[in-house]
Every structure is written in structure tokens, then in C-alpha cells.
């Protein structure tokens, strides 16, 4: 009779209700990963075809790791001799490369580097197509692709696919946290999925992204044991995840935090020791046994079982004590290529979207402490808070002793982790009829800022320029139809602004048509000269800002160029010029005219003063000491022999104990120095020392140009530094360092 009731109870319309309700949300939840998993697969693959070979971080280091794999058949090592490979990783991800792609021909170098692009740093920090590709595109490879780029994305592939995983562990990791809320599950799937930088990275050759997959499957692993209790089966399947992860990327080592903190959770209440201790002795062994052997070599091969010993000097390393301005600098910038930042991180997405996305995250955080909400699945979020503050401790001591340390990729491992502790702090804000709303949004919000960051920022940046119809040609602005050489021919321009200061950036739009393709790439020059005949300001970049080389050119196909000159903010004003173009080579003369002229002058340009107190004024920051609040030049044009009188206006910032000496330089190619002057800071007989804050002093200096300076175009440097030698830093006004000089108006040394 009890077993009946118990049936029948069972039966009642309640449970019923209930059970169909969780079997519809179950077979939904598991609808709407589908449709997550099919759309991160898309839009990855979509991601990797805007995206060229190589342009992503270090892909081609990656791929070389691949190829010295499949045709050397031995592990790669770490040399400064010769191209760079990823040496210093360990190999797990190159051998899936390998047995992936070891079948396509590959006729190419295992160590080719393609030619660079070197201007492709000239607008780093701009959202732009403005030179954002590292290397120069060769031409068409044609469909089906072959050879090198058949290969890469053979491995391109097998990385989305290891994404996918990712993204589908994140799901079930949100499953075992939220247990009947799958719709925090979903959202967190989704940031992680949907992340920018993630779903590039997935679409290229790198390690970071089987990093994430680690990172996921070894915290589902610690949430099942804090679950669950330890057995001797989790213990097995830890050290195995773990062992692999070592295989993977060497700061998956910090994983040793979560999975030592669940073991404690796990046996706290049981105070079983003793499985404790079986669980870490069987983890440690089963890791050591499946990574050790990688850790020893680096020992016998570098003295070090990390190699990052090696690394460090091989890539500029530092001691990690006394770079705290390191870590100052570079969380901002870990931050922004956290989210996206495309390429080598010259492609970032608006500033903005990184603003928006701190405060949705602070926002999040703020709803762990809400009041009057729902429990805290605590021992699951701090193993996944765990997880997220190792990776953050690890990459911050990689920032101390690296440049290259501020690398968002570096905390893909806890990406997992991050994405499902945001999608569940924002939760605490809604009522928990809304739950399902909320994780559509989230994942809804993700998809959008992917789509944004694809067509408004990175496809942009590597799409050629667009070509002009015939009604476009016909009515161009200010037709000039002058040809250089037989190369190309200039049908048109437009030149805005026509009246400038220093600071801003005149855009200046050639109509190029191409009339042949050639062998070598020819530099587009465009010069701000001064009526005097210096110059003012100048931008060389291969046509296309770097997109569409003189080597891949269609002939009789026009199209619009659009180059920033940039105003330095020393530029001397007032003052007249104009604009002129033209066409070289890196290594040769430039093209000449049908006239015989090697440039085109097009619009007259007008340069006004910025407002202020003094001549040229500006405001160049020397280290919190002192300030260069503007200059004056006797003269900017000169004969070998003859002297520049430079005056030089300071202001004290600061009441200063040393006496710091100032120079002034004129200087040419390799920072060859011309003229000199250098001396201590004086107001008639008062050193520096002796200056009250607020101060300002009028200085004069004689800047007497070599008798055998070559005729040519010249900075002139001005610096300070203090009695021992040391310069003092230029300083921004949010205080990052810009340098140790300010490059005042350039002067010409002509003929005598």
C-alpha cells in the first residue's frame, strides 16, 4: 500500500506539471545549445576567412612549430639563430596540428618569413584600416586554397573545433553550478562563445584557445568532486586533465589552485585526510607521468624545467622586482585584448565597447552582494573566482618580466570560469521569473558585440580598397590624369582641411589607377611641405594603407586611397604649405612624371598657432620636473657652417633638488647628431635648483650645424636629464611614459 501511495503521489498533477515542465525546458536548453554551438562555429569560420594568414599573434610562429614537426619529425629549440618558432611551448597542440595537416604538400620553408609590412605599426591604437596588416599580401591563391595556406587552415579548423569544445564544456560547467537554471548556463556559454578575441583566436593556428578548453574541463572536473566527493575515478580523471593541460601551455601549471582547493572542499565536512592525500598523490603522479618528460628536457636542454629561462632572454626578458609601472601600464591593455584586440593587437575595437564592458562586469560584480536574493552556490563560485584570480596573479607576473606580457589570450584558461560568474552576478538583478529573459539577453548582447567587432572592425582592416565604377571616375574631384612612370596613374584628389594646427590631421584622397602590376612594391609618399621648404609633416604607406601592394594591382582598375597626415604637435606655426605626392621604391628613386618631376603638388595648406602664451605652444612634461611650454627658431632653412638660435620656454612644475642640464640636437638618420648644444638649465645665474615652482624661464641656445652635414631634412631633439646621466621621461597627461625627447619643427640643410 505504500509503495502505491508513493506511485500515486507521484501521479499527482503537480509533479506531473512539474516534470513535463523540466523535461520541455531540458529538451529547449539543449535546442538552444545547438543553435550556440552551429552560430560559434560560424561565425569562428567567418572570423578566420576575413582574417589572412599569419596576421593573428604569432600564428606564423605557431605554424612553423607545426611544420618543423612534420618535417623534421623532432620538437623544435629555442635559438636566437635564424625565424622563431614557438619553441618554449609545449607540444600537445603542434602534434594534433601535425596528425591534422602532415597530408596537404607543402612546398614552402618550414621557417619562411613573408615580407613585412613596415609602416604597419604607424596608427596602432586607431580603429582604422590604416596598415594593420603585419605582413603584405602576395596574389590571389586562388579556390580551392593549396600548399602553405591548404595547411594552415587545416589547423585553423581543427582550433575552431577545440573551441566548439570549450564552449560546450562552459555549457555543461553552468549545468553543474546553476543546477535547473540552464538559462545562466546558455549565457555564459554565450559570453565565453562570443567573445571577440576568443572567436578570432579560434579561427586561427594558437594554443590558447586548447589552453581555454584545459581551463574548462579541469574546473567541471573540481565542481563534480566538490559535488559528488572524491573517488578514486575523479582522482584518475583530474590527473589525466591535468597532465594534458601541462601539455598544453606551461601557466596552466596555476591550475594546481583549483584543483588543491576542491579536494579541501570535498573532504572538509568528512575530514577524510586520507582520500585527500590518495587524490593528490594521484593526480600529482598521473600528471607527472604524462608532462614530466617535457619539463626534463627543458632541464637537460636549458638548465631550467620551465625554459622560461631561455625565453626570457631570447625575448627581452627583466627580474620581476621594480617594473610595478609595468603592471600600471599593462593591465589596461590586458584588459582591451582580453575582449579584442585583432592581429598584434594594432586592431582594437572602440574604446567605448571596452568602457561599456567594465561597467557591465562591475555591474556584475556589484550583484554578489545584493541583498535579500537567493542562496549562493558557494563552493562552485569560489572554485570558478579561484580560477579566475589564479590566471589574473600568473599574467601579472608574466607583465612584470615580459613586454609581451599584457596579453589577454593569456587568461583564456579562466574565460570559462569569468563568463559564467558574470552571466550570474548580473542574474541577482532579476527576478527569478526572469531568469530565462536574461540569459536570451546576455546571449543575445554577446552575439552583437561578435557581429560588431567582425564587420565594423576587422573585416575593415584587411579588405583591399573598393573599386571605383565608371560614373565615379567620370565625376572625380580636381582631375590631374598625370601618370608616374608606367606604373600607375593619378586621376584625382581631395584634400581636407585645408587650415590647420598643430595636433590635427589633414586627410588627403588619391584616385589611383593602376597600369600595371609589378615584380616590387612600390611606397606612396604624402608630403605637408613648407612654402620655406621644409618639411612639415609627411605619410609613406604601400597603397591601400598596406591592403593592396603595387604587386597584386589589377590594371585599369581605380580606386580611392585615403591617407591621415597627422600635424606633429611641435609643428612650427604660423606658417603656409602644400601638399605633394608621389610614388617609390624602398631602396630606389621615385617616379618621375611625364614632365619629369619626381612629385605632384596639389592643395595649399594653412597652418595657424594653437592658442596659448608663447610661440608654438605646447605643454612636453619632463618627468613631473619641468615643462617645455614652446619654442622659437631663428631660422629653418641653413647651409652646412651656419647656426640655428633656438629659444626654448620653461616652466618649473615642482620645487627641484637637482640641477638638471637640458641639450638640443640636430639630428639625422640612425639618430645621427648634427649640432649640439648641451648644458645645465640656467635663469641667469640660477640652476634648476634654485627655481620656485610656478616659475618660468626664457633660455637661448646655439645649435651651429656640421660644415659636412649632408643636404637633407633634420629633427631638432630637446631633452633633460638629471646630473647622473638619466633622462627624464616625457610624460602623457593620464602619466604613461611617451619617451625621453620632444621632436621640435624639422630644419633643411641645403647645398652650399
Known amino acids: 500500500m505504500t509503495i502505491l501511495a508513493n506511485g500515486l503521489s507521484r501521479l499527482s498533477p503537480h509533479n506531473v506539471a512539474r516534470s513535463v515542465t523540466e523535461n520541455v525546458l531540458s529538451e529547449t536548453s539543449r535546442f538552444a545549445l545547438a543553435i550556440l554551438l552551429v552560430a560559434y562555429v560560424v561565425m569562428a569560420l567567418t572570423y578566420s576567412l576575413v582574417t589572412p594568414i599569419y596576421e593573428p599573434t604569432d600564428e606564423i610562429r605557431h605554424v612553423r612549430y607545426v611544420r618543423h614537426l612534420v618535417v623534421n619529425r623532432s620538437l623544435p629549440v629555442q635559438s636566437a639563430d635564424g625565424p622563431r618558432a614557438q619553441s ?59 600548399g602553405i595556406v591548404l595547411a594552415v587552415y587545416v589547423m585553423r579548423c581543427m582550433t575552431i573545433i577545440i573551441g566548439a569544445a570549450s564552449v560546450w564544456l562552459t555549457y555543461r560547467l553552468g549545468h553543474r553550478i546553476f543546477p535547473g537554471r540552464p538559462s545562466l548556463a546558455l549565457g555564459g556559454a554565450a559570453v565565453m562563445a562570443f567573445n571577440p578575441q576568443f572567436l578570432h583566436m579560434s579561427g586561427a593556428v594558437n594554443n590558447d584557445v586548447p589552453a581555454a578548453l584545459c581551463g574548462a574541463a579541469v574546473l567541471l572536473a573540481c565542481v563534480q568532486l566538490t559535488q559528488r566527493g572524491p573517488s578514486v575515478r575523479t582522482d584518475i580523471a583530474l590527473g589525466i586533465l591535468y597532465g594534458l593541460a601541462l601539455l598544453t601551455k606551461f601557466h596552466l601549471l596555476v591550475l594546481a589552485a583549483p584543483i588543491s582547493l576542491a579536494y579541501c572542499i570535498s573532504v572538509w565536512d568528512s575530514r577524510d585526510w586520507q582520500a585527500l592525500l590518495r587524490g593528490s598523490l594521484i593526480v600529482l603522479a598521473l600528471a607527472t607521468l604524462i608532462s614530466g618528460w617535457w619539463f626534463w628536457r627543458n632541464y637537460a636542454l636549458y638548465g631550467d624545467p620551465t625554459g622560461m629561462r631561455k625565453v626570457n632572454e631570447l625575448w627581452a626578458g627583466r627580474p620581476p622586482s621594480g617594473n610595478w609601472w609595468a603592471l600600471r601600464q599593462g593591465l589596461p591593455y590586458l584588459w582591451s585584448s582580453f575582449w579584442g584586440r585583432f592581429g598584434y593587437g594594432q586592431i582594437p575595437l572602440h574604446q567605448p565597447v571596452y568602457q561599456a564592458l567594465l561597467g557591465l562586469c562591475g555591474l556584475a560584480a556589484v550583484g554578489y552582494v545584493v541583498p535579500g536574493r537567493s542562496a549562493l552556490p558557494t563552493p562552485e563560485l569560489v572554485l570558478s573566482g579561484v580560477t579566475v584570480l589564479a590566471f589574473l596573479v600568473a599574467v601579472s607576473y608574466y607583465i612584470l618580466i615580459q613586454p609581451a606580457g599584457p596579453m589577454g589570450r593569456f587568461l583564456f584558461p579562466a574565460l570559462p570560469a569569468f563568463a559564467l560568474l558574470v552571466t550570474f552576478g548580473l542574474s541577482r538583478f532579476v527576478p527569478s521569473r526572469m531568469i530565462h529573459s536574461l540569459g536570451l ?29 565608371r560614373s565615379e571616375i567620370a565625376s572625380l574631384p580636381n582631375r590631374v590624369d598625370t601618370d608616374f612612370g608606367s606604373i600607375a596613374r593619378l586621376l584625382g584628389h581631395e584634400v581636407a582641411p585645408r587650415t590647420v594646427a598643430p595636433g590635427d590631421t589633414v586627410d588627403v584622397t588619391l584616385y589611383w589607377e593602376p597600369l600595371a602590376r609589378t615584380e616590387r612594391n612600390y611606397v606612396v609618399f604624402v608630403h605637408l611641405m613648407s612654402d620655406v621648404g621644409t618639411m612639415i609633416a609627411q605619410r609613406d604607406t604601400f597603397p591601400g594603407l598596406g ?8 590594371p585599369g582598375v581605380a580606386f580611392p586611397d585615403t591617407y591621415r597626415v597627422r600635424i606633429p604637435e611641435t609643428a612650427y606655426a604660423p606658417d603656409t604649405g602644400y601638399i605633394q605626392v608621389g610614388l617609390y621604391l624602398p631602396d630606389g628613386q621615385r617616379l618621375t612624371t611625364s614632365d619629369g618631376r619626381d612629385a605632384l603638388r596639389l592643395a595649399p595648406i594653412e597652418i595657424r598657432p594653437r592658442p596659448g602664451d608663447f610661440p608654438n605652444s605646447q605643454e612636453a612634461n619632463f618627468g613631473n620636473q619641468i615643462a617645455l611650454l614652446g619654442y622659437e627658431l631663428s631660422r629653418r632653412v ?54 620656485q615652482a610656478g616659475q618660468t624661464v626664457v633660455e637661448t641656445r646655439m645649435l651651429s650645424v656640421g660644415a659636412t652635414t649632408p643636404p637633407d631634412f633634420y629633427d631638432i631633439e630637446v631633452g633633460v636629464y638629471a646630473p647622473s646621466g638619466g633622462r627624464l621621461s616625457v610624460m602623457a597627461e593620464e602619466g604613461h611614459r611617451l619617451g625621453s625627447r620632444v621632436l621640435l619643427a624639422k630644419v633643411r640643410v641645403e647645398e652650399e
Request: proline share 11%.
Open 547 to 554: 591592403r593592396y601592394p603595387t604587386t597584386i594591382w589589377e
Open 88 to 146: 618554449h611551448h609545449p607540444p600537445l597542440y603542434y602534434v594534433l596540428g601535425a596528425l591534422a595537416s602532415w597530408w596537404v604538400p607543402v612546398e614552402q620553408d618550414v621557417y619562411y618569413a613573408p615580407p613585412r609590412n613596415p609602416h604597419w605599426t604607424d596608427r596602432h591604437e586607431e580603429v582604422s584600416v590604416d596598415n594593420k596588416r603585419q605582413y603584405l599580401p602576395a596574389g590571389p591563391g586562388g579556390f580551392p586554397p593549396h
Open 638 to 691: 641653413v647651409k652646412p657652417g651656419d647656426s640655428i638660435q633656438l629659444t626654448l620656454y620653461w616652466r618649473a612644475l615642482t620645487p627641484m633638488e637637482a640641477d638638471y642640464r637640458a641639450f638640443a640636437h640636430v639630428l639625422g638618420t640612425k639618430d645621427q647628431i648634427w649640432a649640439n648644444s648641451d648644458s645645465l638649465l640656467r635663469d641667469g645665474s640660477a640652476l634648476t635648483s634654485q627655481w
Open 441 to 469: 539577453g546576455v546571449s543575445l548582447g554577446a552575439a552583437a558585440l561578435a557581429t560588431y567587432a567582425l564587420l565594423d572592425v576587422l573585416a575593415p582592416a584587411y579588405m583591399p580598397p573598393r573599386s571605383l565604377s
